[in-house]
């Protein structure tokens, strides 16, 4: 079987967003920009998502924390609210699912942290919840999304949207943009860290 006519849809989605994604970058510069604050500030970032945007939000952290190192700089503070299972599991069964980022939030959220939402949709339930706390309690909001951006985008302070329906395409241009992000910190210093 030839899968050739699949591939290139794909292959063309992903140029398609691309390509509109350059016609403005501002967003991206300003949450470069905003991470690089409070990484000097020491404040931290939470990062939330489900499915394949809960992927995206640990690997984004493990970015931060290690590729993002650079010499004379502080280091970040990042943590991934979709990494402790047993946590997630304890407020899904004894609350509900809909609140598992907001109540890791009400432990640690301060003043001028920042929480990264990721839904393909904009309107993932619990990510929304940890959102409107995270506004309520004066941190900075950034979403990631697709499509028209969904409710999500009325509670960020900044948010990219993909222009794609495709959730695949949705999910790996996230990925993309973070690298991107990461990468533009890596050389905003000097890296600590080569590539191995």
């Known amino acids: 079987m030839n899968h050739q006519k699949n591939i290139e849809s794909f292959l063309h989605e992903q140029q398609k967003c691309l390509s509109n994604i350059l016609i403005n970058t501002n967003e991206i510069n300003l949450v470069i920009n905003h991470l690089i ?4 500030r020491k404040n931290f970032i939470f990062t939330i998502g489900n499915g394949g945007s809960a992927s995206t939000a640990s690997h984004f952290v493990s970015d931060l924390l290690k590729t993002c ?3 004379n700089a502080n280091r970040f503070h990042a943590i991934s609210l979709v ?6 599991l304890a407020w899904s069964n004894d609350v509900s699912y809909d609140s598992i980022f907001l109540e890791q939030l009400k432990n640690m959220l301060k003043k001028n942290d920042v929480v990264i939402g990721f839904s393909g949709s904009g309107n993932s339930v619990n990510v929304l919840n940890a ?4 506004k309520k309690n004066n ?3 950034i979403g990631f999304t697709g499509q028209s951006g969904g409710k999500m985008k009325s509670l960020c302070d900044i948010c990219i949207k993909i222009p794609s329906n495709e959730m695949l395409s949705v999910e790996s241009q996230h990925l993309v943009l973070c690298h991107c992000i ?6 905003n210093g000097i890296p600590l860290f080569k590539y191995e």
Not at 37 to 40: G, K, V
């Open 131 to 134: 959102l409107k706390y995270a």
């Open 182 to 187: 990461a990468n533009a910190i890596r050389h």
């Open 37 to 40: 604050q409070a990484r000097n």
């Open 83 to 88: 990494d402790n299972i047993p946590v997630i």
């Open 139 to 141: 941190a900075l909001c």
């Open 69 to 71: 190192i650079t010499k």
